[in-house]
């Protein structure tokens, strides 16, 4: 008896490991990704989560602020992220979603990953 419950219940929670996995990769896949000098154009066109492709410009980390942009143009955008930040001059994409506040545009990270 005890055994037959045991293997049901590892057999449940193989289920919904599986599903629960599945859900995300399936999340992360539909997440859009955008070059900065999208956002950066028109950031209110832009709603929910997103990933964003750049280049880190310069890093504050007194403010948790680095900006994104591209080395080859002043196309930048300000990112507010709570955790370690990027190196200089690396390549990445950050995962998160746009603000407004008092009139401007930040980008409020929640992950970034290098390229």
Do not use: N
Not at 50 to 73: N, T
Not at 77 to 83: A, W
Not at 89 to 97: C, Y
Request: aromatic share 12%.
């Amino acid at each position: 008896m005890k055994k037959r419950f045991l293997v049901k219940a590892i057999g449940l929670g193989l289920v919904f490991t599986v599903a629960f996995g599945i859900y995300f990769m399936k999340a992360e896949a539909e997440v859009k990704i955008v070059y900065v000098d999208e956002i950066a154009r028109a950031p209110d066109r832009f709603r929910g989560y997103i990933g964003v492709i750049g280049e880190v410009i310069k890093i504050d980390v007194s403010q948790a602020i680095f900006v994104l942009g591209c080395l080859d143009s002043c196309i930048r955008i300000p990112v507010r992220y709570k955790g370690q930040m990027p190196k200089l001059r690396s390549k990445i994409t950050v995962f998160g979603e746009i603000k407004e506040e008092k009139g401007r545009y930040i980008f409020e990270a929640k992950e970034f990953k290098a390229i």
